[in-house]
């Protein structure tokens, strides 16, 4: 149930920021409410996976999968590209993710 959770504020966290750069500035009602809604949701599902998670690695997984699925998403709905560089990066963020989740014994398994 703790990944349950941590997904959910995932999601809710990219539903969010991908409403953010919908809003242009907060300039159009909808997508900034979305804004405000997920983020609460985001932080409050979060809260929640702390009783289980170690705050770092409960972070850990919540921004670097948050940064993947907003690089996807920039690119598939914003047309936004990203350079062999950012691609990299984002290799070496998931390449962390799994160590923390197969290797440590700080993760909640």
Request: hydrophobic share 60%; charged share 5%.
């Amino acid at each position: 149930m703790p990944y349950v959770l941590l997904a959910l504020a995932i999601l809710a966290e990219t539903i969010g920021t991908t409403a953010l750069q919908a809003s242009q500035q907060f300039t159009k009602p909808l997508p900034s409410l979305i804004v405000v809604i997920g983020y609460a949701a985001a932080f409050y599902l979060l809260s929640i996976a702390l009783k289980t998670f170690p705050v770092g690695i409960a972070y850990a997984l919540w921004s670097g999968l948050g940064i993947v699925f907003i690089a996807a998403i920039g690119f598939v709905a914003f047309g936004q590209k990203l350079d062999w560089p950012a691609i990299l990066g984002i290799v070496l963020i998931l390449s962390g993710i799994l160590v923390i989740n197969l290797f440590s014994n700080t993760a909640t398994h």
